[in-house]
């Protein structure tokens, strides 16, 4: 079994939105675990930024890249191939949010929220899976991390209907393209329950502590339990694990009763 079970020490990991939220969490975890990270992002300044405040933990690269624009996401594995021939992790995590009342919900924002969540995902690990395939091996896959969201589990309380639709296809697009990448690349998403994020942080101001009171555990997330899914699943202690949807969240989504 050995020492190294859980190590991702020497592998190149790509993640997208890496500069903020979930994405940051990850981006660090991964830097004190021993890896070698490259973050994206829409804006160039915060690309920057993130590269200069990580750079303490390892080796960082930031490449701006709106995912959302497919000529954008080619753009983005050209230039990843400039630092490296092969990539152990993709962390398909850049995405949006929209909320409204039903009556008021627009058209549009299903376009948007769906272009960005589902579409840019399958297009990236398309894209990079000559990499990934170049990085694989018999004892230790190449790995696609995919986030998701207890909301594509469960129903949320708020009119965030493209969104909530959007985390329901990323987990069953990962199921199916587990079953086309195996064995070679192994493809599983995590499902975020309450995180701080700038995605998160109107709900969070307006009820917060409600959420993390209702939490079983009685919190919300921290980087280190985003980071910690994130480890096992670049690990070699998840070789044998595709095609699963992993819901850190306190308990919320897994513990939830009727109440009628």
């Excluded at 973050?39 to 300044?45: E, I, M």
């Excluded at 994020?197 to 009820?207: F, I, W």
Aim: net charge negative; glycine share 10%.
């Amino acid at each position: 079994m050995g020492p190294d079970l859980f190590s991702i020490a020497g592998k190149t990991a790509l993640i997208t939105g890496g500069t903020s939220g979930i994405g940051l969490m990850i981006a660090e975890g991964y830097l004190r675990a021993g890896a070698r990270i490259i973050v994206s992002s829409r804006k160039a300044d915060a690309c920057a930024a993130t590269r200069e405040a990580l750079t303490e933990f390892g080796e960082v690269h930031a490449i701006p890249a709106d995912v959302s624009r497919e000529d954008q996401c080619a753009e983005l594995i050209d230039a990843v191939g400039t630092h490296t021939d092969r990539l152990d992790i993709l962390v398909n995590n850049a995405g949006a949010t929209w909320g409204a009342p039903f009556d008021d919900f627009p058209a549009a924002a299903f376009d948007k929220i769906l272009t960005l969540n589902v579409k840019a995902p399958f297009v990236l690990t398309q894209l990079a899976r000559p990499l990934l395939e170049a990085a694989s091996t018999a004892d230790d896959p190449a790995r696609v991390i995919n986030i998701g969201s207890i909301d594509g589990i469960v129903v949320p309380r708020m009119g965030t209907y493209s969104y909530s639709s959007s985390k329901a296809a990323v987990h069953q697009l990962t199921r199916h393209m587990a079953h086309a990448l195996a064995p070679t690349i192994l493809v599983n998403a995590i499902a975020p329950g309450p995180f701080p994020s700038k995605m998160m942080a109107a709900t969070l101001d307006a009820v917060g502590d409600r959420l993390a009171a209702g939490t079983p555990v009685g919190r919300l997330g921290r980087g280190e339990d985003m980071a910690g899914a994130a480890i096992y699943l670049a690990s070699r202690a998840a070789n044998y694990v595709t095609g699963a949807v992993i819901p850190v969240d306190g308990g919320l989504s897994t513990t939830v009763g009727l109440s009628i």
